[in-house]
């Protein structure tokens, strides 16, 4: 059994936010603290005029600027930092489903694991989950290990397994030459490899012997994704009602309606069920709302049905990211990028294999969908930190936290990137 390990926190010491040498001198001539004022976004509403107090590498004080007195852990040498006229300060974003971006991917490649990370940090995204697809087992093993090493680093904030253990028939862009049946050992010897940082696994949970790797996988503390799936309405819901049973929190599902069958009215199948488990509060599901990989319609009905704490909006982000059309790896297979859309191969009917946005988009592609401002940050900070019991430190601007935000304009355009206290560049490298 692999025992997990919590070094979030002390992890986040080093990594791409590198101490601001600036900071560092102020703090010794004895300002100790940055005041961000704005409109200040949580998973409430909004604050019109709000004050965020930063002391270190933690959050001391959100709420009304009015209300906020020195005393209440303030120093009066602090920093101020305002957010753009009409702008707002939004929690750093938490990635969940993220496989890489800006040219690099979440592989055994440091240099490349590394050049994604800092890329979707400088971007918005101050929490990201490495997404290791299906492969080899030797492939898988070792980009696992080098996703573990960097969480170590402060680098990434955990790992979650998209297979090998999923659906053929229903697999996307999963390469089809290393699917496997369910096997418990291969299971073991990627969490072992992960040292306790894997977070969640995507399985087909109709497969043989699923069941058993569910029971490994909540024995150490993963959260069960069901996604890639076939399964019948009953067996999701059995499936995610597990791990809400056993690990105290909901179980998840990957990329509600992508990678399964159509919601039938006679043949409801894993959409009805994963629908049915997230109103029961069993599950948590994913939603790729980019607008290639579901229509915004479709985004906000899931939204209005469930709200924004059972609903974690993703990228399914790969290599090409933030870069232009092109050929890029996903795994072992090559995706074409045309027109910022990734497919296995040319064409408009050849699988979809990954999404190129960042999560700031994926935000502002709600809120121009008419989702509420608060509902649609949630949904992409709070509730996904939830998801992967990353809660405790990440996910809201709540005093305690990491100090985690960013300013964005009025249109949600990216303006700056704070980690763990340090403004980051556009390029995740602290200034």
């Known amino acids: 059994m692999v025992r997990r390990v919590s070094g979030f926190a002390a992890g986040r010491a080093t990594g791409f936010a590198e101490r601001d040498p600036g900071a560092a001198a102020a703090r010794v001539c004895g300002v100790a603290e940055m005041r961000v004022r704005g409109r200040v976004v949580t998973p409430t509403g909004v604050l019109d005029d709000g004050l965020v ?9 959100v709420g009304r600027a009015a209300a906020f007195r020195p005393g209440d852990g303030g120093d009066h040498a ?13 929690p750093g974003l938490v990635d969940i489903h993220n496989h890489g971006g800006g040219g690099g991917a979440f592989t055994a490649d440091r240099a490349g694991l590394d050049r994604a990370a800092r890329h979707h940090l400088g971007h918005g995204s101050t929490s990201v989950i490495a997404g290791v697809v299906t492969d080899s087992p030797e492939a898988m093993l070792a980009a696992v290990a080098t996703a573990a090493d960097a969480v170590d680093d402060g680098s990434l904030s955990g790992i979650h397994l998209e297979g090998p253990f999923l659906s053929r028939r229903c697999r996307g862009a999963q390469d089809p030459r ?3 049946t ?6 073991h010897d990627l969490l072992a490899a992960g040292r306790g940082h894997v977070r969640a696994m995507t399985l087909a949970p109709e497969l043989p012997r699923a069941e058993d790797v569910v029971g490994l ?4 503390g993963v959260v069960p994704a069901v996604g890639h799936t076939e399964a019948d309405a009953g067996l999701v819901r059995r499936t995610l009602a597990s ?5 105290g929190r909901p179980g998840l599902v990957t990329h509600l309606f992508n990678g399964m069958p159509q919601l039938h009215h006679r ?3 894993p959409v ?5 488990a997230a109103a029961a509060g069993d599950a948590l599901v994913e939603l790729i709302a980019d607008g290639v990989h579901l229509d915004d319609e479709t985004v906000r009905m899931v939204l209005e049905l469930l709200g924004h704490e059972r609903v974690v909006l993703v990228t399914d982000a790969m290599a090409a990211a933030g870069m232009p059309d092109g050929s890029y790896d996903l795994g072992p297979q090559r995706v074409a990028v045309t027109r910022g859309v990734a497919r296995l191969g040319e064409g408009g009917q050849a699988p979809l294999a990954g999404g190129t946005s960042h999560l700031l988009d994926v935000v502002r592609r709600c809120v121009h969908a008419g989702i509420d401002l608060a509902a649609a940050v949630a949904a992409a900070s709070s509730t996904p930190a939830r998801a992967l019991a990353l809660d405790d430190q990440v996910g809201s601007l709540q005093p305690g936290r990491s100090a985690d935000l960013l300013l964005v304009s009025d249109d949600l355009e990216l303006v700056r990137v704070m980690r763990a206290g340090e403004w980051v560049s556009a390029r995740g490298r602290a200034h």
Not at 243 to 247: F, M, P, Q, T, V
């Open 53 to 61: 107090v930063v002391s270190g590498r933690r959050i001391e004080y």
């Open 78 to 90: 602090a920093a101020q930092v305002h957010a753009p006229a009409r702008g707002f300060v939004l």
């Open 178 to 180: 290393h699917l496997r």
């Open 182 to 187: 369910p096997d418990t050992g291969l299971a």
């Open 217 to 220: 996988l909540l024995e150490d």
């Open 243 to 247: 791990a809400r049973a056993e690990l």
């Open 267 to 269: 043949d409801p199948g």
């Open 272 to 276: 009805a069920g994963a629908l049915g």
